[in-house]
């Protein structure tokens, strides 16, 4: 395939770049953290989005070198961030499960210099399924490490609350669908306020994903929800525009 032959090619070439967001946490408005998102700038192409190439990746094999260089990359641009930004980095679930993960992370850290509790890793849930064993050994010993770790996209998938009970996370990334509900269907604001309740109960971080309008931001604080991300505060940007962006959400 095409595509493939490509991607192998791109990831020998390293045209691959990370793109950052803001997160702004609700109660000073300032940004707490900037997740780390991939991106592909193909030749004919153009920009193709990890939804199409992370699937193609993980089949490859090729996702465990491209996670640890993310990995890197991300720790890179924290580093040149003020100390009290954190990074967010998506996890592939081959990832998670690859004996090498904390061994590749201990080393980010390590080269680059970054305090553990800067870097927070976010994992979807699809995973969880299988391996609960060795799941729950791997982000037990990540959490060990001294990181943080959210779930992302919840109410998505195969969210379980179990999943939330036996496994560490620390914060809980609501999926923007109910954040687009907010201000006209009833039922997205009842969600969001259960879910962010049961954070604040559990001592979990919650973060509305996808906030593009101010009425949803502040449904989003009525409803006790402890951070925000979306096109409102600003799109993902290239590492070189980070600065610029802090200036003008500071
Ligand atoms: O903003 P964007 O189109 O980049 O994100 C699309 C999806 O790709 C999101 O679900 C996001 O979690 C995922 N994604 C973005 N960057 C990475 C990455 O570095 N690794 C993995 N595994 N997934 C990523
Ligand atoms: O699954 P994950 O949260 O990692 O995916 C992030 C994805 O969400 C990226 O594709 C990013 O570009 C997209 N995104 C971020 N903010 C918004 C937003 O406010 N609205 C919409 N529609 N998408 C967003
Ligand atoms: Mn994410
Ligand atoms: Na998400």
Redesign the pocket.
């Known amino acids: 395939r095409a595509l493939e032959s490509d991607l192998r090619r791109a990831w020998a070439a390293r045209d691959f770049e ?2 950052f ?1 803001p997160i702004i946490d609700m109660k000073t408005r300032r940004v707490s953290c900037l ?5 592909w700038n193909h030749p004919d192409r153009g920009s193709v ?3 199409t190439f ?1 699937p193609l990746a993980e089949e490859m094999g090729l ?1 465990v070198p ?2 640890e260089w ?1 990995l890197s990359e ?1 720790c890179a641009a924290a580093m040149t961030w003020p100390e009290n930004l954190r990074v967010a ?4 679930p081959v ?1 998670l499960a690859h004996i090498g993960l904390a061994e590749a992370i201990t080393a980010s850290l390590a080269r680059t210099g970054l305090a553990a509790d800067r870097l927070e890793l ?1 994992i ?1 849930e699809t995973v969880m399924m299988k391996e609960t064993r060795a799941t729950l050994a791997t982000l037990e010993r990540l959490k060990a490490l001294g990181l943080r770790i959210a779930m ?2 919840f109410g998505a998938g195969y969210s379980s609350l179990r999943n939330l009970q036996r496994f560490p996370f620390d914060k809980v990334k609501i999926d923007r669908a109910f954040t687009a509900g907010l201000g006209h269907s009833r039922q997205s604001a009842a969600i969001v306020r259960a879910v962010t309740g049961m954070c604040l109960s559990l001592g979990m971080v919650s973060t509305a994903e996808g906030v593009e309008t101010e009425a949803q931001l502040d449904a989003l604080d009525r409803e006790g929800c402890t951070e925000a991300q979306g096109y409102l505060f600003s799109k ?1 940007v290239p590492a070189k525009d980070v600065a610029a962006l802090l200036d003008r959400l500071a």
């Open positions: 990370l793109f967001q997740e780390a998102l991939l991106r989005s990890p939804e992370i996702i491209i996670g993310v991300a980095v998506n996890l592939s990832q976010e979807t992302d996209d993902p």
